[in-house]
């Protein structure tokens, strides 16, 4: 799987746009970019995932470039329940099951 | 029913002591696993179950066991630990096959060893 890289920690305040980067300049055709949060002493969450195309859905959008070696998550209306460590994880799909492999994330701090 | 649960929420164990954590889901998934998340750190890849057949083996110890009696259920075996070895411990499932699957994951075991 790819690697990618995350700022190590962010702040937002809260009822703003959180803006969350993630570089990934070796991903491959096939890779697609997921993103999971986890809030303090909780098991990690799935909150979106994308190919190539830019999607949305209840919890965030995602933005991918055109290259597909960025990638942005953005949370419109940050909460301060939001406060979380965010992974960016790309990994091929298909097949069977594989696990996923974390990176260092990012600490997102929402002010209030 | 989106619920992976774990159980029991937290363990003191002495490292003479042998004792098992438990996972579940409901969700018909056929891929489980366990993660191992120190403080501060990412959650580590430790086992794979597919079609309740080990599938991969991250390097782990011997005296971590893991068991998948049957698609539902999940265990860890633990024996001979390690102060080291204290962690928070994650359970995950997902579909196991086709596109785009996403991961769920339960609220983990804290697990002490003194």
């Known amino acids: 799987d790819a690697k990618t890289t995350q700022p190590t920690s962010m702040d937002c305040a809260e009822g703003r746009a959180a803006n969350l980067p993630c570089n990934h300049s070796?991903?491959?055709?096939?890779?697609?970019v997921y993103w999971y949060r986890q809030i303090h002493s909780q098991g990690p969450q799935y909150i979106i995932h994308g190919l190539k195309n830019n999607e949305t859905n209840e919890m965030a959008s995602l933005i991918i470039t055109e290259d597909r070696k960025s990638s942005t998550l953005i949370l419109p209306h940050a909460t301060l329940r939001d406060t979380a460590v965010y992974y960016c994880i790309v990994r091929v799909e298909g097949g069977g099951a594989d696990g996923l492999t974390f990176g260092k994330g990012t600490h997102l701090i929402i002010q209030p | 029913d989106t619920e992976v649960t774990q159980t029991p929420k937290h363990l003191v164990m002495g490292m003479t002591n042998k004792k098992s954590l438990k996972c579940e889901q409901h969700m018909g998934h056929r891929a489980m696993y366990w993660y191992k998340q120190k403080a501060k750190k990412p959650p580590e890849l430790m086992f794979v179950?597919?079609?309740?057949?080990?599938?991969i083996n991250e390097s782990v110890p011997s005296r971590f066991s893991p068991e998948c009696p049957n698609s539902s259920l999940l265990n860890l075996h633990l024996h001979a630990l390690q102060p080291e070895d204290s962690a928070l411990y994650l359970c995950a499932s997902s579909q196991g096959f086709g596109w785009n699957t996403e991961a769920f994951f339960g609220q983990g075991t804290r697990l002490t060893v003194v």
């Open positions: 070796t991903i491959s055709g096939n890779e697609y």
């Open positions: 179950y597919s079609y309740e057949k080990l599938s």
